[in-house]
């Protein structure tokens, strides 16, 4: 099973990849960073 932060990761780097800027790539940004911090806290 994938663990909740590498998915969040994935969900940001596919968000960096959609042409809609700049919103999607903020989001991505964002998510790559909730995810991080969401893995170190948690773990």
């Known amino acids: 099973m994938v663990k909740t932060s590498t998915g969040i990761i994935?969900?940001?780097v596919?968000?960096?990849?959609?042409p809609i800027p700049p919103i999607a790539t903020i989001i991505g940004i964002v998510l790559i960073l909730a995810g991080v911090g969401y893995r170190s806290f948690v773990e």
């Open 14 to 18: 596919v968000f960096l990849f959609i």
């Open 10 to 12: 994935l969900a940001g």
